[in-house]
């Protein structure tokens, strides 16, 4: 077997438990050899001690992983604004059965409800609510 072109044989001593471990892990890491293995994992050592390029060493599974948790964290909140969304339309449901507000007062409602939560960040208190009512006019 020859050598492939520009690389250079190198003896290397390793204990039999780390060499039986590179033989079971090579294959799991699409590598063609022990040998391509080894390259690797030093590549990445190198990576982790200089950490000039943290991408060399950082795992491709970690990356993956780190997506994985994104999306999922993602997805959870959909489903809770959806909740919350279909919470809200029933309050509003309710409340317009219940009130005898004409189209023109609700749409001054809204954009006064706009208003006062871009001006408090949306850190509305229902005590809030109450007091701001109580100075609001149909």
């Given at each position: 077997?020859?050598?492939?072109?520009?690389?250079?044989?190198?003896?290397?001593?390793?204990?039999?438990?780390?060499?039986a471990k590179v033989k079971e892990?090579?294959?799991?890491?699409?590598?063609?050899?022990?040998?391509?293995?080894?390259?690797?994992?030093?590549?990445?050592?190198?990576?982790?001690?200089?950490?000039?390029?943290?991408?060399?060493?950082?795992?491709?599974?970690?990356?993956?992983?780190?997506?994985?948790?994104?999306?999922?964290?993602?997805?959870?909140?959909?489903?809770m604004l959806f909740k919350l969304?279909?919470?809200?339309?029933?309050?509003?449901?309710?409340?317009?059965?219940?009130?005898?507000?004409?189209?023109?007062?609700?749409?001054?409602?809204?954009?006064?409800?706009?208003?006062?939560?871009?001006?408090?960040?949306?850190?509305?208190?229902?005590?809030?609510?109450?007091?701001?009512?109580?100075?609001?006019?149909?």
């Amino acid at each position: 077997m020859s050598a492939p072109k520009g690389k250079e044989k190198l003896a290397v001593w390793m204990y039999p438990e780390i060499k039986a471990k590179v033989k079971e892990m090579y294959r799991q890491d699409d590598c063609r050899s022990m040998s391509e293995f080894v390259e690797k994992s030093i590549r990445f050592y190198v990576g982790y001690l200089t950490a000039e390029n943290k991408t060399n060493y950082l795992p491709n599974m970690f990356l993956s992983c780190l997506r994985s948790i994104i999306r999922e964290s993602d997805n959870r909140h959909s489903v809770m604004l959806f909740k919350l969304a279909v919470e809200v339309a029933m309050v509003e449901n309710i409340l317009a059965n219940l009130s005898k507000y004409d189209p023109a007062s609700v749409e001054r409602l809204r954009y006064q409800c706009q208003e006062e939560v871009k001006e408090i960040h949306g850190m509305l208190h229902f005590e809030d609510a109450i007091d701001w009512q109580e100075g609001w006019e149909n």
